[in-house]
């Protein structure tokens, strides 16, 4: 009978590692080195021996694992097939063929951002929900649709892209992705900075940010707290942006409740709050229960989900 | 063995019936009215009555129904509640266990825009596809977005409730639904005319749409089609707004392919076109093969859907 399961979250520069009992208790966790040279060749190896070292260091037998979950940071298609990732140095493959072929175990696959939210909702910032948008407010915004329990992956893997909505049509600087006017061009560390950099040019008006060489999004929220007036606008318009770009998600996949995570979500509560406040103020009647929340489970998030995907297949 | 089931399209003033056999094929259309009087006690022991006698009159066993779907014009929760429908003098209650015990037969309830959608993907616009997203243009802005053949219901029945996404937060006039700017005010046929009443006002630009006393959405697309270059303006306007909103959806569900559907797709090929190009201008890199496609199914959308509720189950 099943009795453990691996949760993997695949990174650029580290593979985070761990064994689960299928109860949902995280037994042990590690990391491992991503090796991206030769167009990743080795990655999926070694991720394979951790594992299998792993079950033989733990005399557990082949027949007690029920799977390994694992998070890719790229589009991963509804049968584990992955057009690309950049970071890793990788084509188009399928994940779950090649590590069920290293491992003799079976696999599914997800994106590191969807597996994320899953992860959040399982025992994180969503725990008891089963319908859940998750932000990740990071260098970028990334997203993950959570329905019926589910990652809603899309038809072309790009399911909970919500960094790359379009929110503001007048923009002129382009995204990374080359659009212009996406939302994470305003919402994530690196956007609120640009906003705070306009801001301090655009006026001269005395606040604590002046006193910076470069302000961060963390000055922001800082100076926020301090109750700097100009502060204060930065993060109304930040806080206007996502408000109003969660209420039209919410129209869409009308989720139970919204957990923001990353590093801009170590503003804690008053981040909730002014974000919350600018989505009542767009909400559809019927979207305006939805609850907010901040994620929880840090850099743990993606063990934890790539755990889940395997545990609720 | 089940080789029947039946397929409900509840509305506000009749109901539509099918029977379908369990392999998809329509076996037999009819209607009957809808009592809305007394907060509408009669529609379910009507709409079992209709059920009961026309499996008499074929003299199709009890053991053969594999059950009903019906479609509802109100938000329909996973268990099948309903917390009101107010064209139906409805308040809160639970369609599928009343009408299982009306009838005896396994009931799926959805809403009405959902279920019709369901309706496009399996044998209209849609077919072929696991994941779209319909859109409505009718005197409201209708929705539904479907999800590995699932109805996207949410946690609130609000799942695509895409008419009250806010597309514009600069809206002085409010929606039916409270707020300001909601997609349904500018891409509905009533926003649509209401767009040309505001273009007709602004300029004195001859116009084919000036011989109208009062212009409508069908007015308009004809005058379009007629080079009219008020009517362009009018056009470029609305697929700007509706072509903009869909990109930013894209990024939330990710579809295969967009249906058009509604009063205002009688336009055709030229709404089609109109909207897909400004969806392109706004689409994320991976959600632009997104496919276009019109509604195939009319006034059937809905009990074609209710009879996939069933058979999907």
Known sequence: MSKYCFGIDLGGTTVKCALFLTDGTLEEKWEIKTHTENNGERILPDIAKTILDKIKEKNISMEEVMGIGIGVPGPVRENGELPCAVNLHWGRKNIEEELLELTGIPVKAGNDANVAALGEMWKGGGQGSRNMIMVTLGTGVGGGIIINEKILTGAHGAGGELGHACVNAEETVACNCGNKGCLEQYAS??????????????????????????????????????????????????????????????CVADPE???????????????????????????????????FALATLGNDAGVYGAAKLVLSK
């Open 189 to 250: 560390a690196t956007g609120i900075a640009r906003l705070a950099k306009q801001a301090l040019e655009s006026s001269t008006e005395e606040s604590l940010l002046r006193k910076k060489e470069t302000v961060t999004a963390k000055d922001v929220f800082d100076a926020y707290k301090e109750q700097d007036a100009l502060a204060k606008d930065i993060v109304e318009e930040f806080s206007e942006y996502l408000g109003k770009a969660l209420a039209v998600f919410a």
């Open 257 to 291: 409740i919204i957990v923001l995570g990353g590093g801009v979500s170590k503003a804690g509560q008053a981040l909730l709050d002014c974000v919350e406040k600018k989505f009542q103020k767009y909400a559809f009647s019927s979207c305006k229960e939805t609850g």
